[in-house]
């Protein structure tokens, strides 16, 4: 919760700068591979529950890349 906290305020319409969007700020490039990979094929970067289930399953999987996405959050958590 604190990283969705940091990433877009609990927001899950959240839009970034650069476009990333939803709770956890997911780009569509990562979103494309990283949502499929989780089990949320064809699930919009809003869907809270796609979201969030795509962030654990990145955190969950250190070799895809971990928190590796949230860099600029992980030092707050």
């Known amino acids: 919760v604190r990283l969705a906290i940091c990433e877009a305020g609990l927001d899950p319409a959240a839009v970034g700068a650069a476009g990333e969007v ?11 591979w990283a949502a499929p990979a989780a089990g ?11 979201n969030d289930g795509t962030a654990a399953f990145l955190m969950d999987h250190p070799e ?12 707050r958590i």
Request: charged residues 15%.
């Open 22 to 32: 939803g709770l956890y700020q997911f780009t569509v490039e990562t979103w494309r």
């Open 64 to 75: 895809l890349g971990g928190l590796r996405p949230w860099a600029a959050c992980t030092w």
């Open 40 to 50: 949320f094929t064809g699930h919009s970067r809003y869907d809270p529950a796609a």
